[in-house]
Each structure stands twice: as structure tokens, then as C-alpha cells.
């Protein structure tokens, strides 16, 4: 075909194909010839949005490696529920960097004052 001036891979008839096979008809990347928009990255994403790899369908927010865990896992160990990567072992809305659920001493408890203490003021103690 003409493919003259182009790489190597652009086999279309269209000018702006590179990575699509030779039956794109003006749609995205890796869509092969499908009758409808699958805008993914990927073939079989048909119905979701773009950045929605990966072969499993609850994969919104997430890319590549995900294996049917949460959002923002991104191939971690164990069931990493949190919507940013480093919260396993955590409830779900617990974002940020704060040590929230206080385990095994690492982030002691509020110091308590003892009751004795209490009957001094504050000023003489």
C-alpha cells in the first residue's frame, strides 16, 4: 500500500495509524477493525473509558497489573482496599499518610493523664 514517508508499522490508508493493523476505519488505538468506539488501550474495553486496561471489567482508575483488587493497587501483595497504593490493612476511606489504624504500638496512644493528677490545676502541676 502507500506507505511511503511512514514507519513501518502504519500499514492503513489512513495517515494517523501507528499501532492499529491494517483495518482501523478512523478510530483509536487497538481497535482492529471493531464497528463501534473501544477507545482503551486495549482491544476488549469496549463501553469503558480510556485508561481501563487490563483483562478484568471493574477496572476503572487502575492500569496494567491490577488482578481484581481495588482501585490504585497497582499488582500490590493482599487486598490493598484504599484509593491510594500504601494502605493495606486499612478501612477504605483512610487516605494519607497518618498511621490510622494505631497498630502494635507503633503510633502510641494519647498519653493519659493519671486521676491523681487531675485534682492538682493545671498551673501548679
Same mark, same amino acid.
Given at each position: 500500500?502507500?506507505?511511503?514517508?511512514?514507519?513501518?508499522?502504519?500499514?492503513?490508508?489512513?495517515?494517523?495509524?501507528?499501532?492499529?493493523?491494517?483495518?482501523?476505519?478512523?478510530?483509536? @488505538?487497538? /481497535?482492529?477493525? $471493531?464497528?463501534?468506539? &473501544?477507545?482503551? =488501550?486495549? *482491544? #476488549?474495553?469496549? +463501553?469503558? !473509558?480510556? %485508561?481501563?486496561?487490563?483483562?478484568?471489567?471493574?477496572?476503572?482508575?487502575?492500569?496494567?497489573?491490577?488482578?481484581?483488587?481495588? @482501585?490504585? /493497587?497497582?499488582? $500490590?501483595?493482599?487486598? &490493598?482496599?484504599? =484509593?491510594? *497504593? #500504601?494502605?493495606? +490493612?486499612? !478501612?477504605? %476511606?483512610?487516605?494519607?499518610?497518618?498511621?490510622?489504624?494505631?497498630?502494635?504500638?507503633?503510633?502510641?496512644?494519647?498519653?493519659?493523664?493519671?486521676?491523681?493528677?487531675?485534682?492538682?490545676?493545671?498551673?501548679? =502541676?
Amino acid at each position: 500500500m502507500n506507505t511511503r514517508g511512514r514507519g513501518v508499522n502504519t500499514r492503513g490508508r489512513e495517515v494517523n495509524t501507528r499501532g492499529r493493523g491494517v483495518n482501523i476505519r478512523g478510530r483509536e @488505538v487497538n /481497535t482492529r477493525g $471493531r464497528e463501534v468506539n &473501544t477507545r482503551g =488501550r486495549e *482491544v #476488549n474495553t469496549r +463501553g469503558r !473509558g480510556v %485508561n481501563t486496561r487490563g483483562s478484568e471489567v471493574n477496572t476503572r482508575g487502575r492500569e496494567g497489573n491490577t488482578r481484581g483488587r481495588g @482501585v490504585n /493497587t497497582r499488582g $500490590r501483595k493482599g487486598n &490493598t482496599r484504599g =484509593r491510594e *497504593v #500504601n494502605t493495606r +490493612g486499612r !478501612g477504605v %476511606n483512610t487516605r494519607g499518610s497518618e498511621g490510622y489504624p494505631r497498630k502494635k504500638g507503633k503510633y502510641p496512644r494519647k498519653r493519659r493523664i493519671p486521676a491523681e493528677a487531675k485534682e492538682i490545676p493545671a498551673e501548679e =502541676r
